[in-house]
């Protein structure tokens, strides 16, 4: 045994003294470039995993191994050095100008970042791609300060709201302008069949869910006058640019990734009763009405209403489980290949993407390929092109707008009594509801399907060394099929005695876009440079749908149109709307200190009368980089940047919608509508008036934001004041009757939206084999609308528009509580007593669906082959006037209707103290259970957005093995389906966000 520890003791020593023979030692010490010692810095063998670190002196030490003689000097927020192997080293690390170098894109450009003067913010690929979302408008939210976004609709591939700034119309669009790769896509619901959740926004398809967010290089978000105003008439709700990946010069590289997952719901805080609890709640409501001996005949009553099974048993049927899968399956594949030469590169792609919905009969399923090309012809000319094209199959369930078909709906208000499945076939109806959910899921579809063609070319060609033309042609092509049927077997549904319905529709939108530019580029005396960009643009973008529904089918086996015997509805629309733009920029730069900007824009549009047609607009920037002055360089040592900015300008919004939902396109013109029948005879009749005077909303902003970077900038942060006041607010007002019209569009309104953006970037910690990064940021808008329609009220609903208020007021009565002695509701009077009458009730503002402010917090961690990132999201000081927890907080006026469990705390006996009234069965809901501050809830929340936890393989390279999780926890005190109800804050049984759990990996090579 001696002879054996001896041997291999023996061993160990000798194959010491051979490593230490074979590595040579090497000291040295790292400084910046006044001289001070650079701590933390990495010292790396090139082409070995040996290094150390720097010391507090800036000395280092280090054994080089035989047959290495390079040493990669490296730190955050300096350029990294290559050095040759020698005895007592000394080094020198510059500022890494990097950051300061980088591309922002803007509008028919890109600028440097250090000299821009707008508003801005650049989300990465990285962030992009680290949610599990259908659509790359989703994997915006906590990413950007100012951008506002919120899903009221779960459904895979349902639109999200996005509010850049604050809402900045009533009447006219909210949403940014969208531009891929030079043009401008379609956004909002393009579907005829698929208009659910919020009217205009919240629906159900989006045409964004056709991008595959794999292919996105970066977005970019603009957000002030500096940044947007050159988009002009369509610039007023900020723009979203977005460029997709491009090639590279090198050695053709390949990337494989896929992922498999599965989604379920967010919360779960939103629960309704169960069976004894529903029995007792019911039959002390109907014994409260009236009309029983006492509480056990109410009860035998309650379940003698429903059925029960062969052994005479009452059912127990849980409704919430039939509605919502917690194993909704999500998978994607991802190929895609990018390299070239110095005269050609190239970018392809190809992806499956599929994802299940929580609901039954929801899903997505999207194909998708990218290829961009482009070519150095010469030294002069340069062009290339950008293509996308994507397949996109929805499967969706009826909701919100479709009462008692819609699963989120009846789950929560079916009891468990009533049963929806008996001996494995669902029913056509139930006691309580003339419809039943699952017989729709099992019979009934809903389908869509979206081709999409997305192409952009251009072409540069340098007149001069200083001057470039520049013309850029593309298109966004969009057809969308939908088909639905709707079976005799489904309850609730008029095809039930007409042989069922087969419904088909088809929708075209064409968006195509020309510009061509002259840009000239010099700098003087090396201290002066000066660009100036002239061009012109044209805009076309037109939609045309039909459909048609036949009836009368002999089976429901046949289910295609041509099957039918009765043609019962037809319908179709063809809208058009044309842009001519003539524009020009100007920057100039005197030695990289101050910046001035200044751009101008013409527009033309069809959407207005002639007298009207042109608008002018503009906007003019500076900035003071203070960082750069004589006087600042003894601050030089750790202060990277220090810069000032302002700006000032104006953009339009021509984006009209109307309450008649004749399409704002038309909005300046008399029209006629035909379709009309006068006893047989067909005719057409006046629609809307003459409206010479309209023209564009006009956002005029103001902008001043404030950049620090310091420590190499491993710290920056920036700080951004803003105030846009948008006039000439397009209203519909009323009108003399003698016009032959009630209302009329004009521009009568005045609104304001000021706000503070702060943002944090930082890098606490680096070290040989660990680095932690922090990114921050939060936002602060107050809206308020300035001046209406001769000072009139707008009320619509339980919303109000009122001079002096939030564009998002809610208006309902103030709820008092509940009177301890007969356990009746009671509201607040016009003098503040407390009422048990609702007429004698007054209406205030009882809250805002604004939040107070709302951000991101990332924190990301690498550790020799680990990674992980984090994003929590926040949302703070919004309400939500919840019409969903309304119907399922009643107290008994929804007649069968299933309760929330809330109604457990209910006022049962005098001297209860609680806020749950008594049950009364039978009441009217308008009386007893009204719209009030009762269903007012705070809608705030914190929400780990995303998860993404990766190990890249030592042993196969390339190879990056991940755990990623999208929505993974909630904190919040909001009882509904979801807090995330979208922008507007009134949530009716729409479809709620899912936590989705993902495997996958990513091999490059």
Same mark, same amino acid.
């Not at 996005?162 to 940014?176: H, K, M």
């Not at 619901?189 to 398809?205: C, K, P, R």
């Not at 895609?336 to 030469?341: D, E, R, Y």
């Not at 994802?355 to 929801?362: C, I, K, N, T, Y």
């Given at each position: ?111 440097? #970042? ?57 009447? +006219? ?12 896509? +379609? ?94 709640? !019911?039959?002390? +409501? ?138 494995? #076939? ?37 007149? !001069? ?430 007649? !069968? ?109």
């Amino acid at each position: 045994m001696k002879k054996r520890v001896m041997l291999i003791l023996s061993c160990l020593f000798l194959s010491i003294g051979f490593i230490t023979a074979q590595t040579t030692r090497v000291t040295g010490v790292v400084i910046d470039d006044i001289g001070e010692p650079v701590v933390g810095a990495s010292v790396v063998v090139k082409g070995t995993t040996v290094g150390t670190i720097t010391e507090v002196d800036g000395t280092f030490s280090i054994n080089v191994p035989e047959g290495k003689n390079t040493l990669v000097f490296s730190l955050v927020g300096m350029t990294s050095v290559e050095a040759k192997v020698s005895q007592n080293m000394k080094i020198t690390l510059k500022n890494d100008e990097t950051a300061l170098e980088e591309v922002v894109v803007t509008g028919y450009g890109n600028t440097k #970042k250090a000299t821009f003067t707008g508003s801005a913010t650049t989300i990465s690929n990285k962030s992009i791609t680290e949610v599990t979302v259908s659509s790359m408008d989703k994997a915006l939210q906590g990413n950007a300060p100012g951008l506002l976004t919120q899903a009221s609709s779960g459904q895979p591939g349902a639109g999200q709201r996005i509010v850049i700034r604050g809402l900045g119309s009533i009447n +006219a669009g909210t949403e940014p302008l969208w531009i891929i790769d030079g043009v401008p896509v +379609a956004s909002g619901n393009y579907g005829q069949l698929t208009a659910t959740g919020e009217v205009d926004y919240s629906d159900n398809s989006n045409p964004l869910a056709g991008i595959n967010p794999n292919d996105i290089a970066n977005v970019t978000v603009l957000k002030d006058a500096s940044a947007t105003s050159i988009y002009g008439a369509r610039a007023a709700n900020g723009v979203v640019l977005v460029t997709t990946k491009q090639g590279s010069e090198g050695k053709t590289k390949f990337n494989l990734s896929s992922s498999y997952g599965w989604s379920s719901r967010a919360t779960k805080k939103f629960k309704v009763m169960n069976k004894d609890q529903y029995v007792d709640f !019911l039959s002390d +409501a109907l014994y409260n009405a009236g009309g029983y001996a006492d509480k056990n005949e109410a009860i035998a009553d309650v379940y003698d209403t429903f059925p029960v099974d062969a052994n005479g048993n009452s059912y127990d049927f849980d409704w919430m489980k039939a509605a919502y899968k917690d194993d909704a399956p999500t998978y994607s594949v991802d190929f895609s290949a990018n390299g070239g030469n110095s005269k050609t590169k190239f970018y392809v792609s190809a992806a499956i993407f599929n994802q299940e919905g929580m609901l039954e009969a929801s899903g997505l399923n999207r194909l998708s390929n990218k290829v961009n090309v482009s070519h150095e012809y010469s030294e002069k000319l340069r062009f290339g092109v950008n293509s996308t094209l994507s397949l996109t199959k929805q499967d969706t369930p009826l909701t919100s707008n479709s009462y008692y078909s819609n699963p989120v709906l009846a789950s929560a208000v079916q009891p468990n009594l009533d049963p929806g499945i008996i001996d494995g #076939k669902p029913l056509s109806r139930t006691v309580i509801l003339s419809s039943n959910f699952l017989s729709n899921v099992a019979y009934n579809y809903a389908k869509q399907r979206v081709y999409r063609i997305i192409e952009s070319g251009y072409a540069e060609y340098d007149i !001069l060394k200083e001057l470039t033309y520049r013309i850029q042609a593309g298109f966004d092509y969009m057809q969308v099929n939908e088909s639905q049927w709707d079976d005799t077997r489904v309850g609730g549904n008029t095809a039930m005695n007409t042989g069922g319905r087969a419904t088909r529709t088809n929708g075209e939108s064409l968006i195509w876009n020309v510009s061509n530019t002259l840009s000239y580029n010099k700098i003087f005396d090396g201290v002066h440079n000066l660009g100036v960009m002239i061009g012109q643009e044209v805009n076309d973008d037109s939609y045309r749908y039909n459909g048609s529904s036949i009836e009368g089918f002999p089976s429901n086996e046949l289910q295609e149109p041509s099957s039918g015997t009765t043609p019962s509805d037809a319908f179709g629309s063809h809208t058009n709307v044309r842009l001519a733009s003539f524009l020009s920029r100007v920057n100039y730069a005197y030695d990289n200190k101050y910046i001035l900007s200044a751009s101008f824009r013409r527009d033309g549009s069809s959407r207005f009368s002639e007298k009207n047609r042109w608008a002018n607009f503009w906007s003019v920037g500076g900035q003071w980089r203070i960082s750069q002055e004589q006087f600042m360089q003894g601050f030089s040592g750790w202060l990277s940047n220090l810069g000032l900015r302002a700006s000032y300008g104006t953009a339009g919004n021509s984006d009209i919608k109307t309450t008649t939902r004749i399409d704002g396109r038309y909005a300046a013109r008399g029209t006629y509508r035909a379709g009309y029948n006068y006893n047989g005879i067909p005719g057409m009749g006046p629609y809307q008036m003459v409206n010479e005077n309209l023209k564009w909303e006009t956002s005029n902003s103001f902008n001043v934001g404030l950049d620090f970077a310091a420590f190499n900038n491993r710290l920056s942060t920036t700080i951004e004041f803003y105030n846009k006041r948008t006039t000439d607010l397009l209203l519909e007002v009323p009108v003399s009757r003698t016009t032959g019209f009630s209302v009329a569009m004009q521009n009568v309104g005045v609104m304001q939206n000021r706000g503070v953006e702060w943002t944090v970037n930082a890098v606490p910690v680096v070290t040989k084999d660990f680095e932690w990064s922090v990114n921050f940021n939060i936002s602060h808008n107050k809206n308020k609308i300035v001046e209406l329609y001769e000072k009139q009220d707008i009320i619509i609903g339980s919303r109000i528009y009122r001079e002096g208020e939030d564009m998002q007021s809610i208006y309902t009565y103030e709820w008092a509580g509940v009177d301890p002695d007969d356990g009746a509701p009671m509201w607040y009077a016009k003098d503040g007593s407390k009422v048990k009458s609702v007429s004698q009730a007054e209406r205030r503002i009882v809250g805002s669906a604004a939040p107070k402010y709302f951000g991101g917090l990332t924190n990301s961690f690498k550790f020799k082959g680990f990674d992980l990132s984090a994003l929590i999201y926040f949302n703070q000081g919004n309400d939500i006037s919840d019409q969903t927890l309304a119907m399922v907080n009643a107290f008994g006026s929804r007649g !069968l209707f299933n309760q929330s469990v809330d109604m457990v705390n209910r006022w049962q006996k005098p001297g209860d103290i609680t806020d749950v009234p008594k049950a009364m069965y039978g009441v009217s809901s308008a009386v007893y259970a009204p719209m009030s501050s009762r269903y007012v809830y705070d809608g705030s929340y914190i929400r780990l957005r995303s998860l993404t936890v990766g190990y890249t393989l030592p042993m196969v390279k390339g190879l990056r093995l991940y755990f990623q999780g999208t929505n993974l926890f909630t904190i919040t005190d909001y009882k509904g389906l979801d807090p995330e109800v979208g922008i507007n804050g009134d949530p009716w049984f729409g479809y709620p966000v899912s936590k989705t759990i993902t495997f996958g990996f990513n091999y490059n090579f």
